[in-house]
């Protein structure tokens, strides 16, 4: 009879929690953009996969709060997901920093490689397992470019101008060598700033320009040469550990997914991105070869500090580092 009743609870336990449901609530600060394509796709596949049982919803724009804010949510369990440039979950892992390092990424489908290689993806499962988080996946969505209203056409442009950057020391640091003034800023608060001239440039994906019209009040685009977009969908490990492991397998093949179809989404936004940019009058600029090269090796020497002065920061550039050569042959 007592055994009996322990089956029949044990039943019942599993029904209960084959009928339970769950919210995903995915906030980025972006809109128009990879990111939110991205996202899109993972809440439908994720909502189609569980069978209703995740009920995944997109906010972007900063919906439901700055940067900041929302990467706090996600370390607290108040939000389950955050969508943003890798620098910015620096301050709460500083681990994080090795996703900006220059020179590490040659193109979206070279980054792609990189990032897949099955020891970074075990290395990466363990940034920010002490606070709580993790990187769900990690995305390029596009080259870094500054756009300004001064154009910035040789590294003695730089000198004296106000540049927003996402987030991350790693660009702050270079920026300085040249003379610019840089400063961290959510990407929610760039385009008021940039038209009433309260900084004089901003540093992002190219694709984010033209999906929020920028070319209304800057027209000069400058590419940074081996400088490419890492961005990190950051979820509340908890969350996902109570999943269990039936729906966390689905969110974990959902945002492969997503990665995959998302990375040539990617690169056609890029073109219509730049066809776009110059039909309504904005200028593509790129270095002279010799300023190009400058540019990376200012930029190496100026992070390469700040990467290898913990063990820990020095073990991980390291192997990123020989990822990325591995994936050069």
Do not use: C
Not at 84 to 90: D, L, P, V
Not at 103 to 110: M, P, Y
Not at 191 to 204: K, Y
Not at 232 to 243: A, M, Q, T
């Amino acid at each position: 009879m007592m055994r009996w009743l322990a089956m029949a609870a044990a039943v019942l336990v599993g029904t209960a929690q084959a009928q339970q449901q769950f919210t995903m609530k995915l906030s980025t600060s972006t809109s128009g953009d990879a990111l939110v394509e991205w996202l899109n796709t993972f809440a439908k596949g994720v909502n189609a996969g569980s069978g209703g049982r995740i009920k995944a919803e997109v906010y972007p724009a900063s919906q439901l709060g700055s940067i900041p804010r929302t990467i706090e949510g996600v370390a607290l369990g108040t939000i389950e997901m955050s969508f943003n440039a890798s620098g910015f979950y620096e301050p709460l892992e500083p681990r994080f920093a090795v996703l900006s390092a220059p020179g590490l990424f040659d193109s979206q489908e070279h980054g792609f490689k990189v990032l897949n290689d099955p020891a970074i993806r075990q290395r990466l499962a363990s940034f920010g397992a002490a606070k709580g988080v993790e990187a769900l996946s990690i995305f390029i969505p596009s080259q870094y470019v500054i756009v300004s209203h001064k154009p910035i056409n040789t590294l003695a442009d730089f000198k004296g101008q106000k540049i927003r950057v996402p987030g991350s020391p790693l660009q702050i640091e270079p920026l300085k060598r040249f003379g610019a003034s840089p400063l961290s800023m959510p990407f929610g608060d760039v385009l008021p700033a940039l038209q009433n001239r309260t900084i004089d440039g901003v540093w992002a994906g190219t694709t984010l320009f033209t999906a929020l019209k920028f070319y209304d009040i800057a027209k000069s685009m400058t590419y940074l040469p081996s400088h490419w977009a890492a961005t990190v969908p950051l979820v509340n490990r908890n969350f996902v550990k109570s999943l269990g492991p039936d729906l966390e397998k689905i969110v974990r093949e959902e945002a492969r997914k997503a990665d995959e179809h998302t990375l040539k989404w990617a690169a056609d936004d890029i073109k219509k991105s730049e066809r776009i940019w110059a039909e309504h009058g904005g200028k593509e600029i790129h270095l002279p070869q010799a300023e190009e090269k400058r540019f990376l090796d200012e930029s190496i020497a100026a992070d390469r500090p700040i990467l290898t002065a913990t063990p820990q920061g020095k073990e991980d550039y390291e192997a990123f580092a020989a990822a990325a050569q591995k994936y050069r042959r």
